[in-house]
C-alpha cells in the first residue's frame, strides 16, 4: 500500500508506562526453541508504538499497555529470526514465547550483492528518497546506520534488505524509530512495495524543541488519513473539509468516472470495540477541500505497507486527492483512523506520498481543544 501521515496537538499515547492507569501487564519468557534455554537481551516491543522492553537474565520481560486485545508482539535479536506474535487476548499469551535461531552469525551473513561505491550511492540516494519521501528534511532525517543496507538488482527492479534494524533519526517530529525493514522492492514504472515492524522513541530536547514536535505532528496528522478516518467513524462530521467519492482505473493508468457521495452513506461497521469495517465496492477518493497543494502531486508515489501504486495523474486543482482500493472490498481501521489490514488495501494520490520520514506511532492520540480538528 501507500501511505503515511500521523497526528497530533496535545498529545495522548496510549502507551505503555507503570504510570497508566488500569494498565495491563504483558509477561513472558522469551527461549531457544532448539536449546529450550532462556535468551537474553531480546529486544520485545509492540509494533507500531513506543512501548518496548529487553529481557533480563531470566530470559524474561516485562509490559504495560492499556489495551488487551489484537496486540502485536515483535521479538528481535541478532542470533534469531525477526518474530512477530499476533495476541487476540493477553488472557491467552502463553508463558513461554520460543525464538528461532537465525543460522547465522552476524559476520558470517551473506552479502546480496557488493556493488561498487558509486552504484551503491546512487541505489541509496534512491532509496532514502522512495522510503523517507521525496521531500524529506534532509537536514533533520537522517538513516543512521546506513551500512546495514544490502541492495540487488533483479528483473529491473531494486530490492533492498537490512541485516539489521534501520535507525532513523527525525528531528522533524521528534523520534529515534527502528524500522525492521521486511519486504523492499522498487520497479521501474514507479510502482514501490514495502513494509515491516516499527519502534518509536521520543527524542529529548528544549521546551521549544519539543513545542516544535507537537506543531509538526499535528500538521502532518491533518493532512493524513488517520485524521479522516479517525473523524468518520466516531461521526465527527468531515463534510466542510472533505469531499468523499468513488473513482474507476482506466487502462491508461488515470484514475477517472469520478462520483461523489456522502460521507455517511458509507457502510461502517464495528465489528469489535474500537476496531471498524469500511466497505467500499471501487476506489474510495478523499479530498481535502482545505488544504492547497503548489505542486500538484507527484507522478510516482509509493508505498509505506504492503501493496502497489503506479503512475496517476491529479485531477483536482491544487487540492490534494487521495486514491483507495481493496482487494477485498473493504478497509478496516481502528477508532484513531489508523488502518488495521495494510495489506489488503492499496493507496495513490496525495496519502501516498507520505512516507517513514512522516509516520507516528499507531496507538498515537491526540486530544484537541477546539472542535475545527476534530480527533
Do not use: C
Not at 83 to 95: P, R
Amino acid at each position: 500500500m501507500k501511505k503515511i501521515n500521523t497526528l497530533i496537538w496535545l498529545i495522548s499515547f496510549l502507551l505503555l508506562t507503570t504510570t497508566l492507569v488500569n494498565a495491563q501487564t504483558i509477561k513472558a519468557i522469551v527461549a531457544d526453541e532448539e536449546s529450550r534455554q532462556v535468551i537474553t537481551d531480546v529486544f520485545v516491543f509492540l509494533d507500531n508504538s513506543s512501548t518496548g522492553s529487553i529481557t533480563d537474565k531470566q530470559g524474561q520481560f516485562e509490559l504495560k499497555t492499556a489495551v488487551s486485545h489484537d496486540l502485536l508482539l515483535v521479538f528481535s535479536h541478532l542470533n534469531y529470526e525477526l518474530n512477530s506474535l499476533a495476541v487476540k487476548d493477553l488472557a491467552n499469551l502463553a508463558d513461554t514465547i520460543f525464538l528461532t535461531p537465525s543460522g547465522l552469525v552476524l559476520e558470517e551473513a551473506v552479502v546480496v550483492e557488493k556493488a561498487k561505491p558509486r552504484v551503491r550511492s546512487r541505489w541509496l540516494k534512491r532509496f532514502k528518497s522512495e522510503f523517507l519521501g521525496e521531500d524529506y528534511d534532509k537536514a533533520l532525517i537522517h538513516i543512521l546506520n546506513p551500512e546495514a543496507l544490502l541492495f540487488k538488482q533483479d528483473k529491473g527492479k531494486l530490492i533492498a534488505e537490512s541485516k539489521t534494524s534501520l535507525i532513523i533519526e527525525n528531528k522533524v517530529l521528534g523520534y529515534q524509530v527502528q524500522f525492521f525493514l521486511e519486504d523492499y522492492k522498487s520497479y521501474k514504472e514507479g510502482d514501490l512495495v514495502y513494509f515491516g515492524k516499527v519502534f518509536f522513541e521520543e527524542l529529548g530536547g528544549s521546551k521549544k524543541e519539543i513545542a516544535k514536535y507537537k506543531r509538526n505532528r499535528h500538521k502532518v496528522y491533518e493532512q493524513s488519513s488517520r485524521h479522516f478516518f479517525a473523524n468518520l467513524v466516531q461521526q465527527n462530521g468531515i463534510t466542510n473539509r472533505y469531499e468523499v467519492g468513488y473513482s474507476l482505473f482506466s487502462k491508461n493508468e488515470e484514475f477517472i468516472n469520478y462520483e461523489p457521495i456522502a460521507a455517511d452513506s458509507l457502510l461502517i461497521t464495528e465489528f469489535r470495540k474500537g476496531k471498524y469495517e469500511i466497505s467500499i465496492n471501487r476506489i474510495l477518493t478523499i479530498t481535502n477541500n482545505q488544504l492547497k497543494i503548489n505542486q500538484g502531486i507527484r507522478k510516482n508515489a509509493g508505498a509505506t505497507m504492503a501493496g502497489r501504486v503506479g503512475n496517476f495523474k491529479q485531477t483536482t486543482n491544487n487540492l490534494p486527492r487521495s486514491y483507495l482500493w481493496s482487494k477485498h472490498g473493504r478497509i478496516v481501521v481502528n477508532k484513531f483512523g489508523s488502518i488495521l489490514n495494510p495489506t489488503e488495501v492499496e493507496e495513490a494520490g496525495y496519502w501516498a506520498s507520505f512516507r517513514v520520514a512522516a509516520l507516528l506511532p499507531l496507538d498515537y492520540a491526540v486530544k484537541v481543544k477546539h472542535k475545527k480538528w476534530g480527533l
